[in-house]
């Protein structure tokens, strides 16, 4: 599977934007693609993550610190997964990177790195103050 992400760039706190992450030669069957995020000088973190076993069933999970301010949401005749970021904020500055991998569970939750097994480039996204 190759992923590509892009949409960053760079806004003011609380603006708003959306990253895109296509899939190419996705697998069949359960799925997970979440994105991770990783500022200057620290560590690469989990930002979001949407599980799905079927075109009906499907969930969304995420860290505390977008909550509510980031919608995950994916296409699925395109195979896009997309990252709405609402009210952002400077601490969201970062590169953001997109994964994917198969899933055994899909009612189970994804946020380690080492649960994906595909990943794309990053795209920057840098908020002003």
């Known amino acids: 599977v190759q992923l590509q992400a892009f949409g960053g760039g760079l806004v003011q706190a609380g603006d708003s934007l959306r990253l895109s992450c296509v899939a190419s030669?996705?697998?069949?069957?359960?799925?997970?693609m979440g994105w991770f995020r990783q500022a200057p000088g620290k560590e690469r973190e989990f930002v979001a993550a949407l599980r799905w076993a079927n075109i009906r069933t499907h969930f969304t999970d995420y860290a505390d610190s977008v909550k509510g301010r980031f919608t995950m949401s994916r296409e699925f005749a395109k195979n896009t997964v997309y990252l709405q970021m609402n009210s952002l904020k400077p601490e969201d500055t970062a590169i953001y990177y997109c994964a994917g991998g198969p899933i055994r569970d899909y009612r189970t939750t994804y946020s380690k790195e080492s649960d994906f097994n595909s990943w794309g480039q990053g795209t920057l996204v840098t908020v002003s103050s």
């Open positions: 030669g996705r697998s069949a069957g359960n799925y997970v």
